[in-house]
């Protein structure tokens, strides 16, 4: 069984299991195949993954899935280190738009709450329609994994890695941004919140969810954050 790779804050550090691809055009058919397998997994489950699915789907010969992966255990890991450099490079994204000196000294200070809040709203919301609208079938998978990794054990060490950094990441973020007295709880607090927001809007048709409900909410949940206005 493979086991997960060690994960850090950055995507770039992900490690892959299969069979390492010496040459571009190897690394490109290596690409494929998780790809391949990817879809399958929003569309079938992580369980639809067989060599000879995952073959029929990217279009290579089934010697090329087993070429590279030598079990289902070490194609699933890998499909879903491909599903975590993807969704940590998203996260990075809205990290960076966080980034802002003026957001720092505002947050600290009180006063521009209104404004801080206004721009922290527009920042995650674009994110979210991006997750939802652009990125659904990511969203998809990752509930596929999440529960996978009930049952499979290597999928669980690598989905606590996975989680354990989004968790760095909004823990920094309640920590050096936004200053909070307890930033780890907070962070916990706003990953339950996106993952409730997210589950929620697929239970409905991709042209149904509603982001005005979600703004909502976003609004509502910070105004509870921010700091309170200066005396």
Sequence with gaps: MASAPELTNDP?????????????????????I??????????????GIRHRAVAAEAEVPLAATTYYFRDIDELIVDTFTLYTEKAL???????????????RTAAADGPDRQAVQNFMVTQVMTYMRHQLLEQRDLRIAEQAFRYEAIINPAIRRLALLH????????????????PSAQPQADAEILLGLFHTL????????????????IEAITRQYLSLILPPPAE
């Design 163 to 178: 989680r354990q950094a989004l968790l760095d990441k909004a823990t920094d973020f309640f920590r050096h941004i936004l």
């Design 198 to 213: 997210e589950y929620n809007a697929l239970l409905q048709d991709e042209g149904e969810v509603e982001l005005a409900r």
């Design 34 to 47: 998780l790809e391949a397998a990817l879809r399958i997994v929003v569309r079938d489950g992580v369980r």
């Design 89 to 103: 490079l998203d996260v990075d994204d809205l990290t960076r738009r966080f980034d802002q000196p003026w957001l």
């Design 12 to 32: 770039q550090d992900l490690q892959y299991h299969g069979r390492k691809a010496s040459r571009a055009k190897s690394e490109h058919r290596r690409r494929l």
